[in-house]
């Protein structure tokens, strides 16, 4: 599936990036998203630095008289829905923000939120102003209908999850990306934790024929054997390209490079 709609190979996602430095890397090293974290979290980031990292990315974009195009995803999504089967229509939905991104020529900027309100969420993506919006906790799926912006929804696995039990992730007309990533136990806090949990149970969904985002644990050392295992449209990544809890430039461009060249030396 990944080689008929990812000419550009596995999209990487940079999360966690709280600087401008840090995001003039991430560019440089040719991610595709970069995740900018408004939940609680101790990489959690402030408005002005959050505009600030938004205006030097839209800063390499191609095009500048559109600045709002992605908006338009949803509906290019949604519109083809009564045509397509489950897995086309995401298959349609990740195309069309791939097509976006290269159409740009920078990364996406995300904004990921963690069981806040609607009101919130949508106030932060029109004023950063964020391509895509990621919802984090336990957001129920009809949420993303308020968001104007595509939406990637997290699902957080532990070893009893399984694609089939879990009928709220493939709902269309709500997400536009499905993202799995690692359940810890213990805390209300998910994501950036470096924790790992099984690939092959993300290989279940791709063995469908879903595009998805695959996170938990993942370094520029081991994306390359989870993107062989595991077969997904995307990796995302926090605390794998940190040193001393700072954003690496070094380990950011290792990711990216690996990610891009997992894909054919896996096939």
């Given at each position: 599936m990944q080689n008929s709609t990812q000419p550009y190979g596995v999209v990487a996602k940079v999360c966690g990036i709280g600087t401008v430095e840090a995001a003039e890397a991430a560019v440089l090293a040719?991610?595709?998203?970069i995740g900018l974290i408004f939940a609680t979290s101790p990489r959690l980031i402030d408005m002005d630095?959050?505009?600030?990292?938004?205006?030097?990315?839209?800063?390499?974009?191609?095009?500048?008289?559109?600045?709002?195009?992605?908006?338009?995803?949803p509906s290019l999504c949604t519109d083809t829905e009564e045509?397509?089967?489950?897995?086309?229509?995401?298959?349609?939905?990740?195309?069309?923000?791939?097509?976006?991104r290269h159409e740009l020529g920078?990364?996406?900027?995300?904004?990921?939120?963690?069981?806040?309100?609607a009101e919130h969420v949508a106030r932060i993506a029109r004023s950063v102003p964020l391509d895509l919006v990621q919802l984090h906790g336990t957001e129920p799926p009809e949420m993303a209908?308020?968001?104007?912006?595509?939406?990637?929804?997290?699902?957080?696995v532990d070893d009893s999850f399984s694609v089939d039990d879990t009928n709220d992730m493939l709902r269309r007309r709500c997400h536009s990306l499905i993202l799995l990533d690692t359940k810890?136990?213990?805390?209300?806090?998910?994501?950036?934790?470096?924790?790992?949990f099984d690939w092959n149970i993300?290989?279940?969904?791709?063995?469908?024929?879903?595009?998805?985002?695959?996170?938990?644990g993942l370094t520029p050392d081991n994306v390359e054997q989870a993107v062989a295992i595991g077969r997904p449209w995307g990796v995302d990544v926090s605390s794998g390209i940190e040193t001393d809890r700072t954003k690496d430039p070094a380990k950011i461009h290792a990711f990216v490079r690996n990610s891009k060249t997992s894909l054919s030396s896996t096939m």
């Open positions: 040719n991610a595709d998203i630095t959050a505009k600030a990292i938004a205006q030097t990315v839209r800063a390499h974009e191609k095009d500048t008289s559109t600045p709002e195009i992605v908006a338009t995803i045509q397509l089967d489950t897995a086309a229509y995401f298959v349609e939905c990740a195309n069309r923000i791939l097509q976006r920078r990364p996406l900027i995300a904004g990921v939120f963690q069981n806040q309100d209908q308020l968001i104007s912006v595509p939406v990637i929804k997290v699902f957080h810890v136990a213990g805390t209300a806090q998910q994501g950036g934790r470096g924790v790992q993300a290989r279940a969904l791709a063995d469908k024929g879903v595009p998805f985002v695959m996170a938990g």
